[in-house]
Nanobody, 123 residues
Framework: QVQLVESGGGLVQAGGSLRLSCAAS????????MGWIRQAPGKEREFVAA????????YYADSVKGRFTISRDNAKNTVYLQMNSLKPEDTAEYYC????????????????WGQGAQVTVSS
């Protein structure tokens, strides 16, 4: 098991930026694909972004491509989500997820989840 703790959420105006962090502990962080999933009020959870263990391969939902950047620092056991040009429709609870298999992150079936960080974008 990997324990995940998100931070960095908050309230921002449309067009602004936020950076989410997810600190991991427990198993070897560098063995895991890391991802971000979000859930807006009244909607189902959706995949946002993922990064492989090397940090060289990243994947994004079309809705955030070009605006969000996922990165990781294996020395710090931390994954980040830099969110730029935020829109009101980005308002959601953002969850960090970890799994050894990418497809499980992309299909929202990862084994390990954080408690979530709220991001609110005002218009």
């Amino acid at each position: 098991q990997v324990q995940l703790v998100e931070s960095g959420g908050g309230l921002v105006q449309a067009g602004g930026s936020l950076r989410l962090s997810c600190a991991a502990s427990g198993r070897t962080f560098s063995n895991y694909v890391m991802g971000w999933i979000r859930q807006a009020p009244g909607k189902e959870r959706e995949f946002v972004a993922a990064i492989d263990w090397t940090g060289r391969n990243t994947y994004y939902a079309d809705s955030v491509k070009g605006r969000f950047t996922i990165s990781r620092d294996n020395a710090k056991n931390t994954v980040y989500l830099q969110m730029n040009s935020l829109k009101p429709e980005d308002t959601a609870e953002y969850y960090c997820a970890a799994d050894r298999v990418f497809i499980r992150i992309a299909t929202l079936k990862g084994d390990n989840w954080g408690q979530g960080a709220q991001v609110t974008v005002s218009s």
